[in-house]
């Protein structure tokens, strides 16, 4: 009896920022970047959106993101808000309050990002392939400081999910130790938020080396 093959088909490390002050933030952005290992990033800061002048601040700092992740070649979305990303000339990360993934086609340019949060129902996931989005984010995979009250999902979910011919994002309480546990599901992105930025400055670096080595091992059965 032969084995059946497998080939390693690793996802991507997706990183989301976190709300540190600006200046840390930039300098642990500029570290992870400089690993090689992200291959997408979200600008999420609802800390400074909460301020009088958060509309202007968060612009004037997505900028300034945007900027750095140009000179390592990473990609960058924006959460939740399609015009912020147009002026940008970046993607946009929705939830499923936060916009119409069909309007965000309209708005941005046809290479830029678009993706959809699903939570875990694999209807979400399937409207979402039928509209255009470019990611649909499964979630939570485990319990998270980000989210801690957000309802944890199955393996059973993930592996419908990843059914729906759409590429698949996993988020919540994800962690290099952890990840493994998902390994043998075809998942395009693995998102992450605390395990990394969450951390001192000299440890990020470490720690996105330690993120590759983990996904490096992943496997899923051959077709």
């Not at 600006?22 to 500029?30: D, I, M, Q, V």
């Not at 002048?53 to 612009?59: D, I, Q």
């Not at 997505?62 to 000339?89: E, F, S």
């Not at 290099?176 to 605390?194: Q, R």
Request: glycine share 8%.
């Amino acid at each position: 009896m032969t084995q059946a093959s497998t080939t390693t088909l690793a996802p991507k490390l997706y990183l989301l920022t976190n709300d540190d002050e600006f200046a840390l933030l930039y300098r642990k952005l500029e570290t992870a970047f400089a690993t090689g290992c992200i291959a997408l990033l979200q600008i999420r800061r609802k800390q400074t959106l909460t301020l009088s002048n958060g509309a202007s601040k968060l612009y004037d700092e997505a900028l300034q993101i945007i900027r750095l992740a140009k000179t390592y070649n990473v990609p960058v979305v924006i959460n939740d808000d399609i015009q912020l990303a147009a002026k940008l000339g970046v993607g946009v990360h929705l939830g499923q309050e936060d916009g119409d993934i069909r309007e965000a086609k309209q708005c941005l340019l046809s290479n830029q990002i678009i993706g959809r949060t699903c939570h875990g129902d694999v209807a979400l996931v399937k409207e979402a392939q039928d509209d255009g989005a470019s990611y649909a984010a499964m979630g939570a995979v485990f319990a998270s400081t980000t989210k801690p009250n957000a309802d944890v999902i199955s393996r059973r979910e993930l592996s419908d999910g990843c059914q729906q011919g759409i590429e698949l994002c996993v988020i919540g309480g994800l962690t290099a130790e952890n990840v493994i546990e998902l390994a043998g599901l075809p998942i395009a992105y693995v998102a992450v938020v605390g395990d990394i930025m969450d951390l001192p400055e000299h440890q990020i670096a470490e720690r996105c080396e330690q993120w590759q080595q983990a996904l490096g091992t992943w496997q899923t059965p051959a077709l």
